[in-house]
Every structure is written in C-alpha cells, then in structure tokens.
C-alpha cells in the first residue's frame, strides 16, 4: 500500500508541504506509521502541483524511492502552489515499477492516485473493465490496477460526472467485481479534494493559516487531526470538509 496526500490552500513550497512535517509523505516513504500493508514505499513516487493561470497541473514522478532521488529536494524547495497531490508507492506484487505506475496520474485539470490493491487483477475487474471502450483498455498508462482504476474514473469524468461521483461509482464498480479490494483514491481537480476510504487508513485536519490536508496518515502529531472512518467519501475544499457514506450499493453504470 502506498500512502498520499492532497492539500488546498495559500501557496507552499512543496519542502515545506512533503518535507518539514515530522511524519510527513517524505519520511513516510520510509517509515509510514499507520500502513496496514506493506513496510516501506520505494517503488517511486511522484508530485502533482497547479501554478497560478494554469488549470492543468504539472507532476514530476520517478521509478526510484523518493530518498534517493537528488533533484527532487532542489526542486521542493523552489515550486510553491496552493494546490498539490502526491504519493509515495510501494508497487503491489505482479505489478510493473515503472516511472508510469507512480502516483500521481493525471488528464487534463485532474489529478488520481490510489492507495490499495485488487485480489485477482487483472481479470477480477472484468466488470469495470467491460464498462470501458476498448481503446481506452489498450492505451492504459501502466499495467496495473491503479491505471484501470485511473482509466474508470476518468471515463466518467468525460461523460461529465462530477468528481465525487465518478470515484464512488469506481469503488462501487470495483468492489462489485472484487469485494476483498482496498480502494482509498484520492483526486484533485485544483480547488476541490475528493478521497475514497476503503482498507485502508486516511487522516485529515485543517491547514495553518488556511487550507486543508489530506493524507493517509496524520503527518505530524500536532493536535487537529481527523481519523475517516472506512467506507467514507470525503470531499474537501479549502473552506471545509464532507465526510459521508460510500454508496457501495448504488447502482452503477
Ligand atoms: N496497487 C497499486 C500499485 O501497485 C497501489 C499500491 C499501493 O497502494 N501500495 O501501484
């Protein structure tokens, strides 16, 4: 399992946002403290970000843990914005370690990653998988789980779904194929913050002065933070916070 985090507010620097923390997404590439599966997250990582006058986000991701990476320190200490996802991964077995397997993946203003893992992928998803044209199966940016996912969700997206839909629905779709699945996703679109929890962990706690985090575990054991139960779909913006039920049985198209 991989860990992510999403933030909207004033403009960071992304050294102050992934860095500073004391727990934060950095040092959990190495030392996670809530991580229900797997131990570390070296399998790459990435960082999606939204400059002012741009609604399409720029990323920078490698194959390689997020430690031994020597630009990426140079780079956070300079890019600031006020909108940011990022993921450090810890690929699940069978699935490829390529720089196109990091979090986060990306289609024209939004951003996607996924924190979990499908028993029986890839023919498990036959069902989500048949719900998509068939180029769109051919094209996936990387031969695993969270790609299809990815595909999924953005395919809705185009038929004009807003995002907190199009997420609930892949969950739905996902679980109704494979119901052991863990499906935390997280998805930005640069003012809004949309997170699924299902298996596994999920924290969130406004920003100072302003803005909200949202990560899959506290980043720093200041006060503040809010555990999100499993089964939840939480919608952030930077003036406030949704948690509701996931609509696990709703019917989906
Ligand atoms: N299954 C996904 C992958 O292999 C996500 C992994 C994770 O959450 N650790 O990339």
């Known amino acids: 399992m991989c860990r992510h985090l999403a933030y909207l507010g004033p403009a960071v620097t992304l050294h102050e946002l992934l860095v ?38 720029a990323r920078y991701r490698r194959d390689r843990p997020i430690w031994g990476d020597p630009n990426l320190l140079d780079l956070a200490r300079v890019i600031r914005s006020g909108a940011v996802l990022a993921a450090v991964r810890s690929g699940t077995e069978g699935m490829g370690f390529a720089e196109a397997a990091a979090a986060p993946f990306a289609s024209g203003r939004w951003l996607f990653s996924h924190n979990g893992a499908v028993p029986g992928w890839p023919g498990s998803l036959h069902g989500l998988a048949a719900a998509l044209p068939p180029e769109t199966l051919t094209r996936l940016e990387a031969p695993t789980d969270s790609a299809l996912l ?22 739905a779709k996902a679980l109704a194929d494979a119901p052991g699945a863990r499906l935390n996703l997280l998805a930005t679109d640069g003012t809004t913050i949309v997170a699924t929890v299902r298996g596994d962990t999920l924290s969130w706690r406004r920003a100072t002065p302003a803005g909200v985090v949202v990560a899959s575990e506290p980043t720093d054991d200041g006060p503040g933070w809010h555990d999100v139960p499993d089964d939840s779909l939480l919608v952030a913006t930077a003036d406030g916070v949704t948690v509701t039920s996931l609509a696990l049985t709703a019917e989906v198209s």
């Open 20 to 57: 500073e923390p004391e727990h934060g997404l950095y040092r959990q590439s190495w030392e996670p403290r809530r991580q229900r599966h797997g131990t570390v997250n070296a399998d790459g990582f990435g960082v999606g970000w939204y400059a002012p006058g741009d609604l399409v986000p």
């Open 150 to 171: 990815w595909a999924h969700a953005r395919h809705r997206l185009a038929a004009g779904v807003p995002l907190p839909v199009a997420l609930s629905e892949t969950v």
